[in-house]
Nanobody, 123 residues
Framework: QVQLVESGGGSVQAGGSLRLSCAASGFTASSYCMGWFRQAPGKEREGVAT???????SYVNSAKGRFTISKDNAKNTLYLVMNSLKPEDTAIYYCAADLARGWRCLFSEFTNWGQGTQVTVSS
């Protein structure tokens, strides 16, 4: 059974940092595209970052230079380090997997989701 469990969310002040973790089970995360998404109140879910089997990463423009996606294959775990956080980063953050591909990751193709973890950034 595919399962994704996020942790590490919380409340921080603007300029602070958080590290989100996503423990994957039921599949080998290193073999597939993995990603982070977020959904702010009243807005649609948007892709934040992806990482493929070759550790090639991509980011939404608003995350470039501030967020870093990575993975630990031995732990089957995905991470998102978020620095210089802004109030507009406030959202529920979701871990996701695309079990149909391992490269050329596309935000639109992710089909497996975790339950989400809340990130709140105050000004």
């Amino acid at each position: 059974q595919v399962q994704l469990v996020e942790s590490g969310g919380g409340s921080v002040q603007a300029g602070g940092s958080l590290r989100l973790s996503c423990a994957a089970s039921g599949f080998t995360a290193s073999s597939y595209c993995m990603g982070w998404f977020r959904q702010a109140p009243g807005k649609e879910r948007e892709g934040v970052a992806t990482i493929d089997t070759g550790r090639i990463t991509s980011y939404v423009n608003s995350a470039k230079g501030r967020f870093t996606i990575s993975k630990d294959n031995a732990k089957n775990t995905l991470y998102l380090v978020m620095n210089s956080l802004k109030p507009e980063d406030t959202a529920i953050y979701y871990c996701a997997a695309d079990l149909a591909r391992g490269w050329r990751c596309l935000f639109s193709e992710f089909t497996n989701w975790g339950q989400g973890t809340q990130v709140t950034v105050s000004s």
